[in-house]
């Protein structure tokens, strides 16, 4: 279950707003004080939607909203609400989700950095992944003769990437003795048909 909602958080009192009160006529006694409005997903901040404020006097304790204020504190009010600054922990989600992100590009960057460094210079063992016929499946590298590199098929497909990580871990061994050859360019002309996915190696 997604918890989720808006909440308000005090950004700003900025006490060097200080002016007199037009309500009890007392002497430097109305603060400003700032607020954000902000959307929340498990209480953590996702973005602000808009910041807003009112003055408060310290005497009588009257509260106005911007469109109450006499139009000296009004004047007032808008020039501290500009350097009102949204703290960064009010985008604390969008920074989560930007770093996730960019840890996704360079995982994807370094793993096909691997996978192609791989591809020049296989191993027994190495498993491709591989899409045929619109599932997903597996090699393991047997052997090498030259420029050929022969693999035993897995047993079983998937119909996602992503379930092939079930595969090696829940059927580590479920590989056929079926042997398949492959040239060095026919590999290469697979992985840029997206067809050889990745290549693991241990």
């Excluded at 603060?31 to 808009?50: D, E, G, S, T």
């Excluded at 310290?58 to 204020?69: F, I, N, T």
């Excluded at 960019?102 to 191993?123: G, R, Y």
Aim: net charge positive; proline share 4%; aromatic share 14%.
């Amino acid at each position: 279950m997604i918890i989720f909602g808006l909440r308000s958080g005090t950004l700003k009192s900025d006490e060097g707003s200080l002016v007199n009160c037009a309500h009890c006529h007392s002497s430097q006694t109305v603060y400003l004080y700032f607020y954000v409005r902000y959307f929340h997903i498990f209480w953590i901040p996702f973005i602000p939607l808009h910041k807003t404020g009112v003055s408060q006097c310290s005497h009588c304790k009257q509260v106005l909203g911007k469109a109450e204020m006499p139009p000296h504190l009004s004047a007032g009010y808008t020039a501290a609400r500009k350097k009102a600054k949204i703290p960064l922990k009010y985008y604390s989600w969008l920074i989560i989700v930007f770093l996730f992100i960019i840890f996704v590009i360079f995982s994807v960057l370094f793993e096909n950095k691997d996978t192609k460094a791989w591809l020049q210079q296989p191993k027994p063992g190495d498993i491709y992944e591989m899409k045929e016929d619109g599932l997903y499946t597996l090699y393991r590298v047997k052997a090498i003769k030259g420029d050929s590199i022969f693999v035993n098929p897995h047993e079983f497909t998937a119909d996602k990437l992503s379930e092939l990580r079930k595969l090696k871990s829940d059927h580590q061994s479920s590989y056929s003795d079926t042997t398949i050859g492959f040239t060095q360019h026919e590999l290469e002309a697979l992985y840029t048909s997206k067809v050889l996915k990745r290549i693991n190696r241990k």
